[in-house]
């Protein structure tokens, strides 16, 4: 990082050591953080400008304002839901909130136990991320431990989880996302545009085989388009990819610090190898789709630019391990994160800031003036430093406390379980987009097939049916939902591309007889460890910070990517990443009222994040809905009208058959 | 739906050549470290991982795909009662019965269906938790908590709006038998002989060991591995 921190007290001195600013240290002091730029960025955008002068919830506003809640019914894997104010008359969302509508109280659960159990009950989390938390968890407790895994197991891991991107990738291009851009639906919400898709060439049809946009349309149709359920069996292979490395997908009972447990041999690679050269061209296939559908609605629907648009604010751990360069340790993290297969970092309006694994922890903390807990720094800050002695904040994961409190519910206080993440005090996203974008920044990245160029990545993907192509992807000029989906499909070919360095490499230490996948390890009895797992979900950054203390962990701290992007609003007023998406986009369907507006244009900038659950989302138009109260009330931990705290139902969950 | 009542047939044991009492596969507890009163809750099961092919092709973590009888076992580890399909497949996995292949379908119910249309099985058996009324995971009981459900998959009523939503949702979970009959039927369909066998949970949210069973489900666990017999005798017959 060659500047301090923006906002953070945080600068380095000649050395590069950082320290704290000033006496006031990490207290908050609202006049002077720099706002995020969501002001400034769509001069022409929806919304924004209003959200000062909208009233408060409840109040009367006019005949063409209208609540919409976007309100999912998750029960077992997580729930999201979004509020918006829009005003149809003048096609604007005027204010967007967006709501976890689960207490699912993780950190309470593993607070006292062993800490192996972590992996297990942590990979719980997420249905769809179904071992990115056991293996970040199983890295955070190498590194407290310490142990450092063989490098046949940090293929294993690697493999396993590029293998799971090409599943979860999946997934939400044709399963979830997909079916927005699908004829049956444009055929509803935007007739005309069908029309045009139908009359439109595919620039890119002798690789997809779709001779027009319409085409391409007609087959993202849900349940019965060819490429819809061509998704749903590439699926399939992409499972038993990450199962044969992992064992078993989701939820693999094979991952551990120090490695993993699967037993690999060269027919577990061959046997992986057989379904990676389907996924070639299927990567390349879907690369060129979404190239060609997002290209024609940049240019045939006006103002979807600005769908899902936000400032270029991203941040991202990296992941895919060298085992040359891996070593569990935290103060060797600045080496191992940049020799990663998707560099580490941060960049802010645009430009890099740091690839740095430590910058990046150390800007990390957690607010939650909206969010229905109690803020801990009431008691004394736990840890002043990280391990390698950088300074930091009450409100970073390490002095984090989780002390439930659904009090003051209303969209000026507090309105979601989710909190606020924020590096350096800015809202960040991520996603394969972050993944992409921070690696061709960094150049850091020394790879056969996949070459960072500082202006995009060249991907070469080898021939399988398809002969070989060099995939380009340039950086855009603007994050929005076209981009952000542009970007996930040719990232298809970036996990196939890992796990085609990963069969390589195997092999390679198969044949110098290093195939032992983990290294044993011992819990600590006594003293006080910290350890932190940086390692991407699907859907980008994920950390898991734990504390141990005597064998048991005393503190854990899960820090997802749907945290950071379905953020509230912090104590800075910056809205989290899928409130501002929502304010600057345009509402472009065509609708004559409220009875037949779907709301289509926020549901496809919501979705282009890829949001847990986005598929549960139905939108309905009420204005008489109390969705504050609905939706907190229906959450999974049976909290009644506020005579029972979080902590005593939740200690009462764990305890019910004691 | 169609309930009935529980009929064991001890011989059917027997003739099949199954142990009397299966050697369990979950945790029992001793792994627990001196330094906590919990401990790794999957050990056994990771133990086991050389022995069963969990989540290749075919999926399967006993017999093969071109056995005639599929035993597939829908459910939620660490979630109560509804572990009752996972922990019922191990078991039926280590009975090591001729011609029954086993599933342990603990994912989503788009990978079961993937899964049972895998292979060219005449017999499916589809076996685990269902609540019936309340919401799901919610910690409260279902309305007969214990009661052993027993119908075909076309019992089973198909959404008349919101089918490519619940698709989607179960690509990333909601691993239900109901959703896993639903799926099925939308994108595949099951073969002819199909049966589910479900049982009403009594606490559907936490359990802290794969099969924390609730008295209710722990009592009506024998009756339902009989009937899984009943079911595979009458379809070797």
Redesign the interface.
Known sequence: MDHDYRNLPIAFDDDGTPYVLDDDGFAIDHDSIARSGVEDLVPDGAGQQVDAETEPAGEEHSESIHDVNIDPV????GALAFHAKVDLDNEQVLEGHSQATLFRGYEI?LE???P??A???SS?A???C?AVHSLCSSMALEMAFPVEPPPMGVWARNMGQAGAFLYDHT?HLF??AG?DYSASLLGESNPDLLETARNTAAPHADVHGYESIGEVMAALD??EGELY?KG?EK??DA??M???ML????????IAPGGV???LSRTTFM?FYSRLDDMFDWAKQVAFIWDDLMDFMLEHLEGFEQVGERPMNMIGTGIWDDPDAYNARYEDAEEWGRARLSTPGVIVDGELVTTSLHELDMGVEEFVDHSFYEDWTDENQRFETTPAGGPLSPYHPWNKQTRPKPEGKSWREKYTWGTAPRWDRTPMECGPWSRQWLTAMAEELDNPFIEPTGDGLNMTVPEAELPEMTLRWDIPERLNTAERHRAKATHLAYNALVCYTGFIEALELLKAGESAVATEFE?P?SGTQRGVGFWEAGRGYLTHHVTIE???IDNYQILTPSTWMASPTDPFDNPGPYETAARNTPLLEEYTDEEDFTGIDILRGIRSFDP???????LHTDRQADVITDDVT?C???FTEGDQTAEEAITE??H??D | MTDSDPEPDVDALDQLDGPDEPERYHIRGEH???????????GN??EK??EAA????PGLIAGTREDPMLVAGVG?????DLALGTVLAHRVAEWDLPGVAVADL???P??AY?TVSEGAYRTVLLVGAEKRGG??????PSENPGAIHEYGPDAVAMPEE????L???S?????TVENVVVVTR??GSFPEDTRVIAVEPA?D????NVD?F?DPVAAALEAVEERLLDALDDALA
């Open positions: 998750t029960r077992v894997a659960i006292g136990r062993d192996r159990d992996i297990d009950l719980r997420c249905g769809v179904g997934i399963l979830l079916p849900p349940l359920l749903l699926t399939r499972r038993q990450a199962s044969l064992g078993k997908y989701p939820h693999p009972s094979t447990t699967t037993t046997q819990v009895q005597d064998g048991v847990c659950m986005p598929c549960t989302v139905h229906s999974g931990c049976s969950i764990i019910a058959d | 627990r470290g001196a330094g906590a009163d919990t401990g790794s809750l999957f099961v990771s991982r050389d969990f989540g290749t092709e939620y580890p660490l979630l109560s603990s994912h989503t788009v990978a993937q919401e799901l995971n919610d910690g409260t919101g089918l490519t939503e698709v989607g949702q690509a990333m979970g909601f691993n939308a994108l606490y949210s936490w359990g802290m924390e609730s």
